[in-house]
């Protein structure tokens, strides 16, 4: 089992930065896909980022690209999504989640979820 624990989000007027954390505990150890995704009100759910916390391979959606950045610390098991340029658009509850097993770029099997972080941009 994977725990997650989010924080960072807040908010910004247009233009600003954020960045968002999730620190994962548990069984992590083999390496985990991270993934970040966001929910605004009446919206489907969009996959934003994600990185394998072992082999580091990353994803990015398109629309964000250029914008939005994820990394990982190893040490602190921790993930982030750095969020730069942020629009008002952007604003949303964001989320972390973690899979097992399966390609990271793929949304199905996202099992384990933090309790998300609202992000208002205005």
């Known amino acids: 089992h994977v725990q997650l624990v989010e924080s960072g989000g807040g908010s910004v007027q247009a233009g600003g930065s954020l960045r968002l954390s999730c620190t994962a505990s548990?069984?992590?150890?083999?390496?985990?896909?991270m993934g970040w995704f966001r929910q605004a009100p009446g919206k489907k759910r969009e996959t934003l980022a994600t990185?394998?916390?072992?082999?580091?391979?990353?994803y990015v959606l398109d629309s964000v690209k250029g914008r939005f950045t994820v990394s990982q610390d190893n040490f602190k098991n921790t993930v982030y999504l750095q969020m730069n340029s942020l629009q008002p658009e952007d604003t949303a509850t964001y989320y972390c989640?973690?899979?097992?097993?399966?390609?990271?770029?793929?949304?199905?099997?996202?099992?384990?979820w933090g309790q998300g972080t609202q992000v208002t941009v205005s």
């Open positions: 989640a973690a899979k097992l097993r399966g390609a990271c770029a793929l949304t199905e099997g996202y099992d384990h």
């Open positions: 990185i394998h916390t072992r082999v580091g391979n990353k």
């Open positions: 548990g069984n992590t150890g083999s390496g985990v896909c």
